[in-house]
Structure formats: structure tokens, C-alpha cells
């Protein structure tokens, strides 16, 4: 079906979610990052930014909170530039776990790829491919460019939050050198699951998350700095991997309620991509039992509710003045 959406439902559908999502009780902080258990968990904001560049911003969005798993996103796609996308599929995989982020036990049962970049294996597999091999700084100032491209603006590291992850990122350090073992890791172990650690730790705002949403939805075309970021092609292979994944063992039910592929963080973060059309962030600290924020989730379902759109509701949707 042929459908014509204003701006002006969208800023209203978007002010009314997060009104609403604002009142949601629940959920609780992050505790095995010190850091994490610490920010106020009252915090909450919600940005959309249209593939033209139109933003909407509410609330808390010009807070810094650790960008933590999204940023698995932008160094998939990263990879993804530099080795192609049928590199990532054959290096890493594309595959979902169905299990939590942190699974060892993923690593195990798939001893012939990680499964995809979005799960912690997989992700730093990916900073461990990032090029130039063997060069830390230089790996570390690509995977920072690119997430400064992607969102129009550069992210800053929380130096507090880095110290708190490397000092207990414990699990982490098991899965990395299990990928060894298994010949997945492409780099130095130590220096690739410190790039991840590092690039967790990156401090970035849901206003600057919804532009990376829609430089992913706008084909590779950052709609605010009309910088082409990534070839167009790459487009669809990460909202694959988002669409698949991006809410750990949780995806399917994810997708299936709310209608849109979304990538979870545990500093509270969510950034949604609806291809074609916008790029959509939530921020809010207190998480439910997978790790996924309570409000950021609620907002997102409630603004794609009020729309009545869904990424397979077959409908052809032009977003008019
Ligand atoms: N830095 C966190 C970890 O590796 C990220 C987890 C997440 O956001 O899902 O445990």
C-alpha cells in the first residue's frame, strides 16, 4: 500500500512516545560495569533523524553515555568497507547465536565462525581484522573516524569507563582467547579485545546514535553532512545483521513486537534503522534481564505504534512536508 506520512506526525508520534515512555517504571543499571551502575538512571531521551537530514530531539539527548554494543555496529560496517561483505561472511559469519552477548558457549557450538559481528566473538574478531594490522593507534583512530562519519559527529572516550571495563572485563578475555584457539582471531589478541573494550567505552548521544541510524537507512549517505560514508550496498547487509541480532537471544521477539531492526547497548542506548526512511535512538539507563533498556525499548515500540509502520508491512511509505 502507497502511504504519505508528514513531518509533523512524525514530531508528534515522537513527542507522544517519549511523554509516555518517560512514566515507565522498571529495569535497573547495568552492574558488572562499575561505571555503568553509577549513571543516574533517570536519564532519558529520544531522537529521530529522517533521511533528509529533519531531527527531533527530547529530552536527555546531549548526554555522553557508554556507547557499549552499538558500537559493534559501526566497526561491522567498517570491516565490512575494508574487507567486503562476503569478507566479514566468510571471516566472522552472519549467523544469530539465539543466546546473550556474552556467550561462551556460542563460541563452542560454532567452532567454524564466531556468528556475526553484532555478539562480543564476534566483534572483536572484527576490531582484530580492522586494517592496519598490527598498528593499535591507527586501528583505533579508523574505528573512530568512522563512527565520527557516520554520526555527523566525533564520539569522545569516557576515560572512567574504559578503566572500569578493562579492569573486569574477565569473560571478554576468555572469549578472545578462545577465538585464538580456534584460529578466528586475525590480529594481536591483547590489542583487539582492547580495541573493543576501548571502543565500548566511547561516550556518544542518542542525537548522534539517530544519525548513524539514518546514515544506515539513507544507504550509506549521511544525511546531515551529505558525506558518503559506505558503499550502498553495505546498507542492507547490516540491517541484515541488525534485523538478526541486534537484541542478542531476545531479536525475534524484538522485531516481532516492535516492527523495526534495532542494536542494544548495556550503557542504555538503542539506535533503530528504518531503510529508506529514518534513523531512530533512545537513551535510558535501567535495563531489563537480557540487558536491553526498559524506556529506550518502550519508546521506540510506541513511536513505530503510533506510525503503524513495520519494516515487513509490506506498505511503500513517503515521508512528506
Ligand atoms: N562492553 C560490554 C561487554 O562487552 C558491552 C555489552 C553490551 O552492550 O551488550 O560486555
Known sequence: MERKITVSDIRQAAQE??????E????SNANYIPYLANIDPTLFGLSVTLTDGTTFNFGDTDYKFGIESVSKVPTAILAMKQHTPEGVLKRIGADATGLPFNSIFAILLENDHPSTPLVNAGAIAACSMIAPQGASDDKWIAIVDNIRDLCGSAPELIDELYESETATNFNNRAISWLLKNYGRIYDDVDMSLDLYTRQCSLGITSSQLAVMGATIANKGLNPVTVKQVFDPEISAKITTMIASVGFYQHSGDWLY???????????GGVMGVMPGLFGIAAFSPPLDDAGNSVKAQTAIKLFMRKLDLGIFNGDNVDIVS
Open 17 to 22: 512516545a517519549y511523554n509516555e515512555a518517560k
Open 24 to 27: 515507565v517504571k522498571g529495569g
Open 257 to 267: 513486537t516492535s516492527g523495526i531492526p534495532a542494536k542494544t547497548g548495556v550503557g
